[in-house]
């Protein structure tokens, strides 16, 4: 490799190549904004010293095996950095088997924080003065876009601008993981203010028609609206209708979440059986507690206290005896008081 010292002791030649206007002003700019930044970093001392480090170190990289090409794919380091405070190194396989059972989840309030991030983020105060809202949304798109075809999830995205706002598209490498990502766009553009109006959605690509409105350009958090807005789009993806036609354990796990579902049994010899097969391998610690707990997730019962074990049958007991005489049997066995 040609080292520092080869450089800078050979006589200094001058080079001189064509470029256009726009071109060179928009070096001038770049190397008037950095130099006031950093007042002390030589490589910003002039255009020519710029342009010298600029080549300098692009042909060190060309020395060790990248091209132009690679350059173009080189991650945007706002970009990065950003990613870099919220993701982490996983193995693929294992996640997409995983999140497929989170399919028709809708994000968390604690999710939600992070949307909100991602926003602001996005959508920078310099940035809009630079380019106007919606330019500042298609432009983030494209400097994403570089990092996220480097992470094996993204196949590819994509974005232009319509009379009336935004298509975005989305392609995937793993299925699972897609519709996650996918997902997570739908919700995203609601809480910037794009109102999903068509979506196509196939195996491991997506073509979202996002409308702008008003959420877009008010700089009032308006989180409620934002929130309502999100809601909107998720259900034009996710389309709940679809979990009938779907794996039995997506429709149990939203069902669960209800708290005017229960979960029951069709007779008292088969209920006992698997309420006996969980309680043996609860362990010893807190074991009533865990016991008491099974019946509250099957929304039998509300425990007051868990210290004194102090729980409410919150089902009518002339209507639901099976699970009345289910309950009563697994206490009594466990010298749990049976609570009226």
């Known amino acids: 490799m040609t080292t520092k010292s080869f450089l800078s002791n050979k ?18 700019r770049y190397v008037k904004t950095m130099r006031k930044n950093n007042p002390e970093d030589e490589r910003y001392r002039s255009v020519s010293s710029f342009a010298y480090h600029v080549m300098e170190k692009s042909m060190e990289l060309f020395q060790k095996g990248k091209s ?8 945007d380091r706002e970009i990065s950095d950003f990613y870099d405070k919220i993701t982490f190194k996983a193995v693929i396989p294992w996640y997409e088997e995983e999140i497929e059972t989170n399919k028709y989840i809708y994000p968390s309030k604690k999710f939600l924080s992070f949307l909100l991030k991602m926003k602001n983020f996005v959508l920078k105060d310099d940035r809009i003065e630079f380019y106007g809202k919606e330019k500042a949304l298609e432009n983030l798109v494209s400097r994403f876009r ?4 480097s992470n094996k999830l993204t196949k590819d995205i994509n974005s232009y601008y319509t009379e009336t706002g935004i298509v975005f598209e989305y392609s995937g490498n793993y299925t699972n993981i897609h519709y996650a990502i996918s997902k997570f766009y739908a919700a995203f553009f609601g809480i910037a203010g794009c109102k999903a109006r068509n979506i196509v959605y196939l195996k491991k690509y997506v073509r979202f028609e996002f409308e702008f409105t008003d959420l877009l350009y008010d700089t009032e958090l308006r989180l409620q609206e934002r929130k309502k807005l999100m809601a909107h789009n998720l259900d034009q993806f996710i ?8 794996k039995t354990h997506h429709l149990w796990l939203n069902t669960a979440a209800s708290t005017n579902a229960i979960i029951s049994f069709q007779d008292f010899e088969s209920g006992l ?25 099957f929304h039998w ?25 289910l309950m009563s049997e697994v206490l009594l066995e466990s010298n749990i008081m049976v609570q009226t």
């Open 68 to 75: 132009l090409d690679d350059l173009e794919r080189v991650p």
């Open 146 to 149: 570089k990092f996220l075809t």
């Open 273 to 297: 059986k698997y309420l006996n097969s969980m309680i043996e391998k609860l362990p010893h610690e807190e074991r009533n507690l865990r016991i008491l707990k099974i019946f509250e997730h």
């Open 11 to 28: 006589r200094n030649r001058k080079l001189s190549f064509s470029a256009s206007e726009a071109l060179i002003d928009w070096i001038k």
């Open 301 to 325: 019962i509300t425990i007051d206290d868990e210290k004194t074990l102090s729980y409410r049958f919150l089902l009518p007991k002339k209507e639901h005896e099976l699970e009345y005489s």
């Open 239 to 246: 389309k709940l209708e679809n979990i009938v036609d779907d």
